[in-house]
């Protein structure tokens, strides 16, 4: 399907519904056989959600993890054990190419059918310029695939560090090696870098930052997961894109980022999964933060539905469903750009033709059924894909 396809005013499914009337001047132009017309049935419609955040491509599980957790054990101390990012990068480099393959296949339709049609999908579990580009090469095979969601694809070298390894030396080879291998494929869009104390210090994050810059990587960051340790100044000093996690960023720092053009990334999910308080996401949309909401998808993370997160805001943060639901499609547009310049992330004449149809007359259906899709129905650059 080419891009003209996929434009609502071009080519594409005509929905009968009151929400995007506006929409269409008259129906007469679209009375042709290259029109779908499809009756929702009074079915609540809204924009295709837009999952910012998402570590899609890694193989293994860490389920026992959570059970350390209760018994006191921190994330360092799992990662001491063995556990942690360390179990992943070694269950998915022993993953052959193929069944990495059908790890993202089948995540990228789990995705969809819970009304993603568009998701970022970041690299950092191969830890080494080899294993990192073939998860990069994965992930281009997946952008290529029809009926998935579409892919920003986001390399995340900049981990953590195998053993073998300090940060400094990491980071050395990183910056002569890895960074000028994944340039010279042109197969990723952004680079991003898990800034926190512990893990890369302010210093290393800038090195691998400015560099990724320089080669044209547009800039995303992992900030202040577990405390303040700078990352959402140094975010809002190198107007990066986003600075996701935030949660101990303090008021005034992501003011700042927001100020320097910042997007902050909320990601409900991680302290839900690890029992850790809320950050203020109403005190945040009160100051005038702009910030994004998606699922950080991971192996000590697995939600990989954006209605969920959605609930999580909404039913136990009293987020205002309406800012919750532009968190994960207007907003989140602008933190993760097609790479084709089409407008998504909306319902208007333009933009690209992705949207979701309720199983609800209300619209607001789409955070509130936290056991299950909200989802009857989507449509994908221009293509009706039913579900029920």
């Not at 303090?250 to 927001?258: E, F, G, L, T, V």
């Not at 910042?262 to 990601?267: D, K, N, P, R, W």
């Not at 998504?344 to 209300?362: R, T, Y």
Request: net charge negative; hydrophobic share 35%.
């Amino acid at each position: 399907m080419d891009d003209n396809e996929s434009l609502l005013d071009e080519k594409s499914i005509i929905v009968n519904n009151n929400v995007i009337e506006d929409i269409v001047e008259s129906i007469d132009e679209f009375e042709s056989s290259e029109a779908e017309f499809v009756d929702v049935e009074q079915r609540a419609i809204v924009p295709g959600f837009i999952d910012a955040h998402n570590h899609l491509i890694w193989s293994g599980d860490r389920f026992n993890e959570h059970r350390l957790r209760m018994e006191g054990k921190s994330y360092v101390d799992i990662a001491n054990m063995g556990g942690g990012i360390m179990q992943t990068v070694h269950s998915t480099r022993q993953a052959s190419d193929e069944q990495l393959y059908r790890i993202g296949m089948n995540r990228l339709k789990e995705s969809l059918s819970k009304g993603t049609t568009f998701l970022e999908a970041k690299s950092g579990y191969g830890l080494s310029t080899e294993d990192e580009l073939r998860l990069l090469k994965i992930v281009n095979i997946l952008k290529m695939e029809s009926n998935l969601p579409s892919i920003h694809s986001t390399w995340m070298g900049a981990h953590a560090v195998t053993p073998g390894h300090t940060y400094a030396s990491y980071t050395e080879e990183i910056l002569s090696e890895q960074l000028p291998a994944v340039l010279n494929s042109n197969l990723a869009e952004s680079a991003d870098v898990f800034c926190e104390p512990g893990w890369f210090n302010i210093e290393q994050s800038e090195d691998i930052l400015r560099a990724s810059r320089k080669g044209g990587l547009d800039l995303r960051m992992h900030v202040d997961e577990f405390q303040d340790g700078g990352g959402g100044e140094l975010a809002a000093e190198l107007q990066v894109r986003t600075a996701d996690h935030a949660h101990h960023t303090s008021p005034d720092i992501r003011k700042k980022m927001n100020d320097a053009g910042v997007m902050t990334g909320f990601l409900p999910g991680t302290p839900y999964c690890n029992g850790d308080a809320w950050p203020d996401f109403n005190n945040a949309a009160e100051c005038g933060v702009q910030f994004t909401l998606a699922t950080d998808f991971n192996p000590n993370c697995y939600i990989n539905s954006i209605p969920f997160i959605g609930s999580l805001a909404v039913q136990r943060n009293g987020m205002n469903p309406y800012h919750a639901l532009s968190s994960v499609t207007r907003l989140a547009a602008q933190s993760t750009p097609r790479s084709d310049g089409l407008e998504h992330g909306v319902i208007q004449k333009g933009a690209v033709a992705n949207f979701n149809i309720l199983k609800s007359k209300h619209w607001e259906s789409w955070c509130m059924m936290p056991s299950s899709s909200p989802v009857h129905s989507v449509c994908l650059e221009g293509k009706h894909i039913e579900f029920y």
